[in-house]
């Protein structure tokens, strides 16, 4: 499968859905300080269903979320919540 080899090679991480997809996982480490956390899920076929970007900051702890696939809701600030996707 092209579309599960290509994904593979620019994700480090990947976990095996119950519904036969799969959830990929990549980090980057911000400029300044932080990092963003990019995940995309995929169906059986490897067809992308989801597309998200989570912003950490320098403690770890989740300030943003923008879904970027399949419709673009900007970026959305998560003010003083717990959050751990």
């Known amino acids: 499968m ?6 593979e090679s620019r994700f480090s991480e990947w976990e095996e859905l119950s519904n036969g997809g799969r959830r990929y996982y ?3 480490k911000g400029r300044m ?3 963003a ?24 702890k989740l300030v943003a979320i923008h879904q970027k696939f399949p419709q ?3 970026h959305i600030e998560i003010n003083g919540s717990e959050h751990d996707l």
């Open 2 to 7: 092209a579309g599960r080899k290509r994904n």
């Open 26 to 28: 990549r980090m980057i």
């Open 33 to 35: 300080k932080g990092y």
């Open 37 to 60: 956390r990019y995940v995309k899920e995929v169906d059986a076929n490897e067809n992308t269903v989801l597309i998200v970007q989570e912003i950490y900051d320098s403690e770890g």
């Open 72 to 74: 673009d809701t900007g």
